[in-house]
Each structure stands twice: as C-alpha cells, then as structure tokens.
C-alpha cells in the first residue's frame, strides 16, 4: 500500500513541475477500506459504494490479460444482484427501482465496457505531450481503479430497516472494513463495519 | 435474630467496617461518576448541532472541522474564500448555508462573524433554536450579540462597550473599534453560550488596518470612511449548509471535497461525530475497565479484612456455638455481614456521588461546556448494583467458609 502512494506521489510530483500554476489534488485512496454512502428521504433510499480494487479482484491495474478481464467481470456481474452485497429486512418492503454498477470513478458514472475503452496508463504518459491541463487530469492520472455502485430503491415501510446486513464480506473475501455514511431525516452517523460483525444498526436512526 | 446479631457484631467493630464501607463506596462512585460523564459528554456532544446536513471548511480531518466550527475547540487549518463559498451557494442542491468567521477573541471568549441567518438555521437539541433573551440582533456594524455564559461570567449588560482582541491569545487589542452589546442570547447548553456574536462586515471592518497580519502602525482609518467601504469578507472560515433533499447531500459532499479550486472538506456533522466518538471511546473504556478493577480490589480488600478479622473472632464464633449456632449459621452470619456493608456501600456511594456531582458541575460546565445531567438512578445502574451485592457475596464465601472450619474444629474451646 505504501508503495503506492509512494508512486502517486511521485507522479502528482512530476505533473506539478509542469503545470506549477495549476492547484493539486489526489483523491485519497486506502486498500482495505471501501467507502458506503446511505441516504433516506421519504421512502426513498440510496446506497452508493466506492470499493478499491484490490479489496474486490485483488489487483488495481488495468485489466488488461483475458484472466484479468474475466475476474473484473465476474465481480461486476456480483455487484449486479445487490444481495451479494447487502439486505435489507423484508419487513420494509424494498424494491430496487435502479442502479448502476461500474469501474473507475468518472464524472459521468462509467458503465462496464467503458473501463476496456481507455487506458489509465497512457493517461499517464498524457501529461507530458500537452500543457493545458484540464481539470480531469488530476483525477485520472490514479492508477487505482475502483468499483462503484449505486442502487436506488423505494420502500413500503421505511421505518422498519433496524439492520442492514452485508453479504459483502463473505461474496469478496478480499473485502476489508467498509466505512459507512449515514444519513436521515433524523440526522447522519458513521459506522465502520468489519467482516466478523458484518451488520450495521440503524433502530432510531430513521 | 440473625441480623439483629449480625449487625450488632459490625457494630462493634465499626471503625474497621466504617472504613471498609468508605473505600468500596469511593470505588463505586468512582464508577459511576465515569459513567455519568460519559452519558453526558455524548448527550451534550450529539445534542449541539442538529439539521445542519453539512459542515464546509479547509482541507482538514472530519474531526479537526467539527471540533473547531461548532465546538471551537482548536483552530482551522485555513479559511476558505469568499469566491469559493459563493459557488457552493450556488449550487442547486443546496437550500440553505450560513457562513462563520473565526479567529479573534475577547476575554477568552472566541468571537464569531455571522450572519443573522444563523439564529435561525442553526438549532440544537433536535430543533431547537438559539433565541435572544435580552435586547435584539446586530442592526448596527459595532453591534454585538453575547452567548448567556459570557453575559453571565463578564457581568455585561445591553450597552456594554466591548473591545475585540486581535487573535486568541494576543495582547493587541481592536481598540479603535468598540462594539456595543445590542443582544444577549437565551442559554442552550451549547458552545454558542461562550461565544461572542458579530456580523462577518464587521469583522471585515476591524481588519482593515490589518491588512499585513498585524496592525499597519501609524495608520488609523476612521470609523466613518470604514462604514462607507465594501465590507463583504474575502474569506470565511467554515459554512454551514442545508440541502433540499438529503438524497443528494453525498453528491455534493463530493462535489466540495473534489472542488479543483481550492481543498475543503465537507463533512456529516453526526456522522463525523460518530468518528470522534470512536477514538473516545477507547478512552472510556479504559477509564470504565479502570474503575471496574478498582472494585474488584476493593472487594477483594473486603474479604482481606474478614479473613484477618476471622482470628480475632475466634471466640465470639466460639459464643455464638456455644448459644446454640450451627455452622451454617456462622457462614449465613458471615455472608449477611457482607450484604450489609455492599448496601451501606451503595448508599453512601450514592449521596457521594450526587455530592460530588453537584459540587463539580458547574465547574464541569464552564470549563468544558459540558452539562452532567444529575438525575436519578438509571436502571443499569440497578443492574450494577445487583451484580454487586452477588460479586461481595461470593466474595465473602471464602471467609465464611474458614469460618465454618474453625466452628466446627474449635467447637466451644479455641485451641489458639
């Protein structure tokens, strides 16, 4: 891990010698801990993961060989069943009414065939051919790439989510500790969530 | 009979028992008081910003913001522009935002630039909102709004003239530019109590001749060319802010924390709360592991003296077999003796602990803001109390069981 913030360094080091007017900025990136936004409003509730790489397919290169390809597929065929990842209580009655499941944060939420199209690597080599950095290149120039999800679903009977469960931790045994955002019309609160306690309680939160 | 006997027996030796009663009563209030403080630090924590959905301020840890913009403890890493909150404002999720200005003092109160909006947005308590209890809101540049806790400690009434000291802990002083207390504020029980209230214009206004970080000497502007000048701040040092829809408050957390023009942090107030509570909470559990180790030796200590008092009471064992006692009826001595002192314990424990409570609270409150709620017993301490009186039960087995050997061995006469 360390080596690799040890190589983004290096590399916003030698962007900034050419674009030294520019402000900079890496987003942070840890392995092992996946980041889980949860918002809930009416009766409407929005999970949205941010999952490094290597805590899912165990690697954050490019995927480039045909094995590689096929592992990062396969994830993102689990992520498609969001009960692989987590459940709700079927007391409350929750249908999914959309999601989007991707690779690689981008503006503009990439879906599947989007991460074979470019490669993170010739980003890289990019700066050094033109000056007139936009503001996009500070975000692609990481070469960590991430899975993101997004599920939306509407429920019969809100008040009664007292649990979510994540499954996620036994469908990616890679998966380290999930560091989750909560908020509700109440008010919002954190949870930091580990595989031996793969729960989070939210009685009184909602 | 029995605890008529037994309790004349303690009786007689009450200098050791009194003693013995002391030590397990200062542990348990101890223990209790650990607890209390922590119910109540998270209580009055958790209850001092709420419907606030998010908090805007420099690059920082999540903690660092919350602690320095609603609690003001510390200070902020750097301020965020003008420019740039007025592109937050901007923004469509949001609904509401309130800009504060920190950095200067007076009397070691922090001083804090708003503007009015924030007596309306910023609530406490669920939705509770500060309200003016004295006088009314700034109107006038060098007006002054005080929290109830410095009215109270500085003995400042509406019409006060106040000067505001540049920094938190410097000696130079605004002095060209005095405030006048136009307002002083109900109290809330949150650090707002010990803040005192300007507009951000007129924290804007008693910087002008400090342009360079310190007080340019010589130059003096006067007080009518300031109140002619544009006073909109060039920087503000968080924002509060409220969105339309809580669906969207991540997307714009994002938003902030990518924003390529200048690092800010946004952060969940709750939910950064929550994270300091984790680090906190390791504190407290050493603290609770601490004063439950504490009672055990105490208790512990309690058999110590029984077993050393065993000897000498050789023969008023002796006595009471001799009076007819069975042994078990020295043991059921033995232990009802123990009964007694864990529940003179606990009620000394008690009018201790409210003592103590009611001495230290508001010390507990001016120094760190923090009300300790003295109310009555909860249940769980019922439950640890129970579990109490069973510990100093058991622990008194082991006496009362020497206690059965020796009856039965010595019988009437003591072989000593």
Not at chain 2, 149 to 161: F, N, Q, R
Not at chain 2, 252 to 261: K, S
Not at chain 2, 292 to 316: P, Q
Request: aromatic share 10%; charged share 20%.
């Amino acid at each position: 891990m360390k080596k690799n913030i040890y190589y983004s360094l290096l590399i916003s080091a030698m962007v900034s010698v050419s674009a030294a007017e520019e402000t900079r900025q890496v987003d942070k990136h840890e392995h092992g801990v996946g980041e889980l936004n949860i918002a809930i409003e009416g009766n409407a509730v929005d999970f949205e993961f941010f999952i490094p790489g290597a805590d899912i397919v165990g690697f954050e290169y490019e995927a480039k060989t045909e094995s590689d390809i096929a592992l990062v597929n396969a994830a993102l065929e689990k992520f498609e069943k969001f009960d692989n990842i987590f459940s709700l209580p079927e007391s409350s009655n929750c249908n999914l009414v959309n999601s989007e499941i991707g690779i690689n944060q981008d503006d503009d939420h990439d879906d599947h065939d989007e991460h074979d199209d470019h490669d993170e690597h010739d980003d890289h080599d990019e700066h050094d051919d033109h000056d007139d950095h936009d503001d996009h290149d500070e975000y692609d120039e990481e070469a960590h790439n991430e899975f993101v999800a997004h599920y939306s679903f509407n429920c019969g009977n809100i008040k009664e989510i007292d649990r979510i469960s994540f499954p996620y931790f036994t469908t990616f045994p890679n998966s380290g500790e999930l560091e989750v955002q909560f908020v509700s019309e109440i008010g919002s609160t954190s949870f930091e969530v580990e595989g031996d306690e793969p729960f989070i309680d939210l009685k009184g939160k909602i | 009979m029995l605890l008529k006997l037994s309790f004349s027996s303690l009786y007689a030796r009450l200098v050791t028992v009194g003693m013995t009663i002391l030590a397990i009563s200062v542990s348990l209030m101890l223990y209790m008081s650990v607890e209390k403080l922590r119910t109540s630090a998270y209580t009055s924590f958790t209850d001092t910003i709420s419907q606030t959905d998010l908090i805007v301020g420099a690059r920082a840890s999540s903690v660092q913001l919350l602690l320095y913009s609603v609690f003001r403890i510390g200070n902020a890493t750097n301020n965020i522009t003008w420019e740039s909150y007025l592109d937050l404002v901007s923004k469509e999720e949001v609904d509401w935002t309130v800009p504060i200005s920190l950095g200067d003092s007076h009397k070691g109160f922090r001083v804090m630039g708003t503007n009015k909006e924030f007596f309306s947005r910023y609530k406490y308590r669920g939705s509770q909102s500060v309200s003016i209890d004295k006088g009314y809101l700034f109107e006038d540049l060098y007006d002054v709004v005080l929290g109830a806790g410095v009215a109270e400690k500085l003995g400042y009434k509406i019409g006060t003239s106040l000067v505001v000291s540049h920094g938190l802990q410097s000696f130079s002083d605004h002095d060209d530019q005095p405030f006048r207390v136009s307002g002083i504020l109900k109290k809330t029980g949150t650090p707002v109590d010990n803040t005192v209230i300007v507009s951000l214009a007129a924290i804007e206004a008693i910087h002008v001749d400090w342009s360079t970080g310190a007080k340019i000497p010589g130059q003096l502007t006067p007080i009518d060319e300031i109140r002619e000048m544009d006073l909109t701040p060039k920087n503000i040092t968080a924002a509060l802010v409220g969105v339309k829809s809580k669906l969207t408050i991540f997307q714009l957390q994002r938003w902030i924390n990518e924003y390529p023009e200048e690092a800010m942090t946004a952060i969940l107030p709750g939910a950064a709360l929550q994270e300091l509570w984790r680090v906190v909470g390791v504190i407290e559990n050493l603290l609770l592991g601490i004063s439950v180790v504490v009672i055990f030796t105490t208790l512990v200590g309690m058999a110590a003296i029984m077993f050393s008092s065993l000897s000498e009471r050789r023969r008023e064992m002796a006595i009471w077999r001799a009076m007819g006692a069975s042994p078990f009826t020295v043991i059921g001595l033995l232990m009802l003796e123990a009964i007694f002192i864990s529940i003179l314990s606990i009620t000394f424990s008690v009018v201790l602990l409210f003592c103590v409570l009611n001495l230290l609270q508001p010390w507990i409150d001016y120094n760190y803001g923090i009300l300790v709620n003295i109310e009555m017993l909860a249940i769980k301490d019922m439950y640890v109390f129970a579990v109490f009186i069973i510990a100093s039960i058991t622990v008194s087995l082991l006496p009362a069981i020497r206690a059965y050997w020796f009856s039965i061995n010595d019988g009437m006469t003591i072989k000593l």
